[in-house]
């Protein structure tokens, strides 16, 4: 078989013709995305500037900022290939993520799930950034609300990344939401001790503690009539309530609690258990209906006590627990 050169330059010929007739083309499509993809820059630049002035949905400003600079990005990209290629129609690419897109959603459910939940945390704002929080068992503060996922630092310094489904659908505790917080604390006092005058003392050295506040004021409430102890719970507010506010307040409220009381001889018993011994001495030992197991009856109601050795020789059989 022969190879004609001539046909086969005529054919190269064609496709620079093609090309240099396109090129005016591919250059305008080139100018056009560059034109959209700087105005995406400066969307996202203009949202957060927005944000951080007002102060407020600051990271709603970034999320959206990147969306707009997405979106604009993509529609200068159809735009480009429109110009660049006249054949091309965008209704042929919508028709065909249309067909693709059941596919696509069973595929990345978890991820659109998370995206969506992520968008309306932001719009609704539970928490922020800053923001100290709770949920499934991780305590931290907020450091990134992304469209995915949400992360936290805890207190003992590790990155916990939650995903934003878990946080949309499950309850979340946020510790700073208000500046004001209340803590407590159950502190027992003897049953020989003054509640009043114990009272007066708490109060009196929960004021003196620079972290409690003094409106809302503190209170000694009395909780339970426990076994050892009449129990009295101290609640007292703090203000800022973070977590190291809590820790600090804590440990100097119930420091100069404890000092106070043991100062003012105020008992704080610990729990105590009573044994009480029984020797199965008595007449009335193994008749249910009589016998007592306790403390022994008053004088007058005492019984008498057992004649073993004379049970033993009417050879009666009874069953003595604990005796030989």
């Given at each position: 078989m022969d190879f004609d050169f001539s046909r086969a330059l005529a054919s190269l010929r064609g496709m620079a013709a093609g090309f240099f007739t396109l090129l005016?083309?591919?250059?305008?499509?080139?100018?056009?995305?560059?034109?959209?993809?700087?105005?995406?820059?400066?969307?996202?630049?203009?949202?957060?500037?927005?944000?951080?002035?007002?102060?407020?949905?600051?990271?709603?400003?970034?999320?959206?900022?990147?969306?707009?600079?997405?979106?604009?990005?993509?529609?200068?990209?159809?735009?480009?290939?429109?110009?660049?290629?006249?054949?091309?129609?965008?209704?042929?690419?919508?028709?065909?993520?249309?067909?693709s897109g059941v596919a696509i959603g069973f595929a990345f459910r978890d991820i659109l799930q998370n995206f969506l939940a992520?968008?309306?945390?932001?719009?609704?704002?539970?928490?922020?950034?800053?923001?100290?929080?709770?949920?499934?068992?991780?305590?931290?503060?907020?450091?990134?609300?992304?469209?995915?996922?949400?992360?936290?630092?805890?207190?003992?310094?590790?990155?916990?990344?939650?995903?934003?489904?878990?946080?949309?659908?499950?309850?979340?505790?946020?510790d700073t939401a208000y500046s004001h917080r209340r803590l407590q604390y159950d502190v027992g006092i003897g049953y020989g001790d003054d509640v009043d005058r114990a009272r007066a003392i708490v109060l009196e050295a929960m004021r003196g503690v620079e972290e409690v506040m003094d409106e809302p004021a503190p209170e000694?409430?009395?909780?339970?009539?426990?076994?050892?102890?009449?129990?009295?719970r101290i609640r007292w507010w703090i203000e800022p309530?973070?977590?190291?506010?809590?820790?600090a307040s804590r440990d100097r409220v119930l420091q100069a609690v404890k000092e106070a009381l043991q100062g003012?001889?105020?008992?704080?018993?610990?729990?105590?258990?009573?044994?009480?011994?029984?020797?199965q001495t008595e007449e009335t030992d193994g008749d249910r209906a009589r016998q007592r197991e306790g403390w022994p009856a008053g004088p007058d109601g005492h019984p008498a006590p057992r004649d073993l050795v004379g049970a033993l020789r009417a050879g009666r059989g009874e069953r003595r627990e604990g005796w030989p």
């Open positions: 005016p083309y591919l250059i305008v499509a080139l100018i056009v995305y560059a034109l959209f993809h700087l105005a995406g820059r400066y969307a996202h630049r203009a949202l957060l500037y927005l944000s951080e002035r007002r102060r407020q949905h600051r990271n709603l400003g970034r999320v959206l900022g990147r969306l707009a600079q997405g979106g604009l990005m993509l529609v200068g990209l159809l735009v480009a290939l429109v110009i660049a290629v006249p054949s091309f129609k965008p209704g042929q690419l919508v028709q065909l993520l249309g067909i992520g968008i309306l945390i932001l719009l609704t704002e539970p928490f922020r950034i800053g923001d100290q929080i709770a949920v499934s068992g991780y305590e931290g503060t907020v450091e990134e609300i992304e469209t995915r996922a949400t992360s936290i630092r805890t207190y003992d310094g590790r990155r916990v990344v939650i995903p934003n489904a878990t946080l949309f659908s499950q309850s979340v505790t946020v000694v409430l009395v909780v339970d009539l426990a076994g050892s102890s009449v129990n009295l309530p973070r977590r190291a506010d809590v820790v003012a001889g105020i008992d704080l018993p610990y729990p105590t258990t009573q044994v009480l011994f029984h020797d």
